[in-house]
């Protein structure tokens, strides 16, 4: 009678842990980005130009975003809020790209679209001492161990964007098993 039994099919919306985790990991790599960025400022004298902030409020942004995905139950909203900080680290993406070619070269930032950005949102009263631009662009472009930080940012931008990519569809993948008895297969990898 083994090979008459009728399978029981289970489905569970709940994120795999690795998926948790690896959304956690992404809003700590956010954090530790801007947690670095504040000591080379405030240990270092690396004033920040509108460009850097900019990146600072896109990288909170995705932390912030990862951390809602993470208290999320749903399926649906969570493949949003990851999507959304996916477009989050392409727009960090390309701040920084635009820092590296076209901001560092100009000698001023005044009403540059960063800094129209940052007034238009109130960032810099919102948290002055983390989002308030302190230098132009010319004196923002500094290195730190011999890489300039724009190129820094745009490489965790990057990496963000790849964790993002792989680390989404394990958290919003719903768990699907057949069960046969008491042996138990997973149709989904994990």
């Known amino acids: ?62 932390a912030l975003v990862c951390g809602v995905a993470l208290m999320t139950q749903r399926v649906v909203p969570r493949l949003l809020f990851c999507s959304l900080a996916l477009l989050l680290s392409l727009a960090g993406m390309a701040t920084a790209l635009w820092q590296h070619f076209v901001a560092n070269n100009a000698f001023s930032c005044s009403l540059s679209l960063a800094d129209r950005i940052i007034s238009d949102l109130a960032l810099d009263q919102l948290m ?42 394990r958290c919003t993948a719903p768990s699907v098993a057949v069960v046969y008895g008491e042996c138990q297969w997973s149709a989904r990898r994990v």
Do not use: H, N
């Open 128 to 169: 002055p001492a983390v989002l308030a631009p302190r230098a132009g662009c010319a004196d923002g472009a500094v290195e730190l161990m011999g890489v300039a930080y724009e190129s820094g940012a745009w490489r965790c931008s990057a990496s963000l964007q790849a964790c993002l990519g792989r680390w989404s569809w």
């Open 1 to 62: 009678m083994r090979g008459k039994e009728q399978p029981i099919t289970w489905y569970s919306e709940r994120p795999t842990v690795r998926g948790r985790l690896g959304l956690l990991v992404i809003a700590a790599c956010c954090l530790g980005a801007i947690g670095v960025a504040l000591v080379s400022q405030y240990a270092f004298d690396m004033q920040p130009c509108p460009w850097c902030v900019l990146q600072r409020a896109q990288f909170l942004a995705i």
